[in-house]
């Protein structure tokens, strides 16, 4: 039987990976012309192998971009837009020099641009879509900013269709409402997670609805991500739902629904865990001053698991302290002041706990001023800024001051970081100023300049600082720079500074003043104004 003959292509191509030395190419002649010939050939062999192929329908030509009606951007600040999605983070540590960190200035120029209601350049459409891609922190403020054509670009570059799962201003997209009780259905996971979501924000009862028609034929994993959507628009007409939630077959799911009602101070779960948690904390007159005494509960009933208390506590932690935890935690904070002889939230917390169970007590308060939105507990917990301890008499973690914070105004919010600097510096700040609104207020930026200016004075390194000097750069008002002209001074390295870390503030310094400067610069270019000089 005859051998198949050769395919004239492959020969070529095995000519080409072992060199014309090696082998001579098919129809070539040997010597210092094959290298020539062998590219004619394959040139040829390219054109009769696509000759051979068979035509195919056109494929149907994309529909024109949707119009965007806002306003094109001035051309000094589409200027700007063009450099901020050029750079690039470095490949490496070390020193960052003076000059400022463009693609951190960009989520601050997306946010001007959108409150000014600006349409971006067409041509910068793709290169917005890239940098939303690799940093999702950019993404609600990205698509605003990209407006209807992102979706449109999005479907035909599969590397940017996390813009059909999010919608312009960061939340979920809304697909098409032509159907949603189909899409709901026979939509996949994704698509009914973004339904649901899109819906709860414009019409929280119809969301609700909708989750009911399914609820008892979902998975698990899944009945949970639909409950949290839950969160938004939660209110008392979410009770009867939840309530039924709080019998489900998955423990997670309890836990959730328990989590929601008891930030219903009204419902009636958390009228449970009130009279639960009010056993377990009494005022004693019999001593020289009142004090409050702890009876954690000896066990946690088939009742207490239905409600949300988790039986089995973390590895190093006590079965009863954790019950009492997660009792106090889901109990109204209205309660207490009945409870505890008509006392104000200040006093409450100010009262002594007997046998070392106040760091568990007020840890578990700190937890339901959070998830109650509760101010009045959260100033009392917080305390003032100044005390020696620095964080109150309940918060057990910068992160739990923190969240006591973001339930303050943002006034009252700047103002205590402010004084919490002023009296402590900045060594345990980081966490506090990323609550605070940007641009900072005025006490609270000269509060950290003024912190920074102690930390090189005294020698430090400026690494340590790096975190609050990178918030500073981005979080200052920009009116401040002409302010700290005098901080871009070189001083005398003290005797006992670490070796050249005068030199490493001078650069930290600089780079701060120069960033400011630019970012005023991008303000005015957005207003359509003359840049400030300097």
């Not at 940093?135 to 479907?155: C, E, I, K």
């Not at 423990?251 to 009228?271: H, I, K, M």
Request: glycine share 10%; net charge negative.
């Amino acid at each position: 039987m005859d051998s198949p003959a050769p395919d004239p292509w492959e020969e070529l191509v095995t000519a080409a990976l072992l060199g014309t030395d090696r082998r001579t190419p098919p129809g070539c002649p040997p010597g210092q012309e094959a290298p020539v010939a062998l590219l004619d050939r394959a040139a040829v062999e390219t054109v009769r192998r696509r000759a051979g192929l068979r035509p195919a329908r056109a494929a149907e030509r994309p529909r024109p971009a949707p119009e965007d009606p806002r306003p094109a951007l001035p051309p000094a600040a589409a200027r700007r837009l063009a450099l901020l999605l050029a750079d690039r983070p470095g490949a490496g540590g070390g020193r960052r020099g003076s000059a400022p960190d463009l693609m951190e200035l960009l989520p601050q120029w997306l946010a001007a641009a959108n409150e000014r209601g600006f349409t971006p350049p067409a041509q910068a459409l793709p290169a917005l879509l890239d940098a939303a891609r690799g940093r999702t922190d950019l993404r609600p403020a990205a698509l605003t900013f990209a407006g209807p054509r992102a979706v449109w670009l999005a479907r035909l570059n599969p590397d940017w269709r996390f813009a059909l799962r999010t919608a312009p201003g960061g939340g979920t997209a809304l697909p098409s409402l032509e159907d949603p009780e189909q899409l709901w259905q026979e939509g996949l996971f994704a698509e009914r997670v973004a339904l649901l979501a899109a819906i709860r924000a414009r019409d929280p009862s119809a969301a609700r609805g909708l989750l009911i028609t399914t609820w008892a034929t979902e998975r698990a994993e899944d009945r949970l991500m639909f409950l949290d959507s839950l969160r938004t628009g939660l209110g008392p007409q979410d009770e009867p739902f939840l309530e039924q939630a709080l019998g489900d077959r998955s423990r997670n799911v309890r836990s959730t629904a328990a989590e929601l009602l008891s930030a219903l101070p009204g419902s009636a779960l958390a009228a449970r865990m009130a009279v639960r948690a009010g056993a377990c904390v009494a005022v004693d007159h019999t001593g020289d001053a009142p004090t409050l005494t702890v009876e954690a509960p000896h066990e946690c009933d088939a009742a207490m698991e239905r409600d949300g208390v988790v039986a089995k506590a973390p590895a190093g932690r006590g079965e009863r302290s954790w019950w009492f935890g997660q009792l106090v935690e889901s109990a109204p904070l209205g309660t207490w002041a009945g409870r505890l002889g008509g006392r104000t939230p200040e006093e409450i917390v100010a009262l002594p706990v007997a046998d070392d169970w106040q760091g568990e007590l007020h840890a578990a308060w700190c937890r339901a001023a959070v998830r109650q939105r509760d101010a009045t507990w959260a100033r009392a917990l917080l305390g003032s800024p100044a005390a020696p301890e620095a964080g109150g008499p309940g918060a057990v973690s910068l992160a739990e001051r923190a969240k006591l914070l973001a339930t303050l105004d943002v006034d009252e919010r700047s103002e205590w970081v402010a004084g919490f600097i002023a009296t402590h510096g900045l060594s345990e700040a980081f966490q506090l100023l990323g609550v605070c609104a940007v641009p900072w207020s005025g006490p609270l930026g000269r509060a950290v300049v003024d912190a920074l200016n102690i930390a090189r004075d005294a020698g430090s390194y400026p690494w340590s600082f790096s975190g609050v000097m990178g918030l500073a750069e981005r979080c200052l008002d920009p009116s401040e720079a002409s302010r700290l002209d005098g901080l871009l001074a070189i001083p005398d390295e003290p005797e006992d500074a670490s070796p050249g870390a005068t030199g490493y503030w001078a650069e930290s310094f600089q780079r701060l003043v120069t960033t400011l400067r630019l970012r005023a610069r991008m303000i005015a270019e957005l207003d359509g104004r003359e840049p400030p000089q300097g």
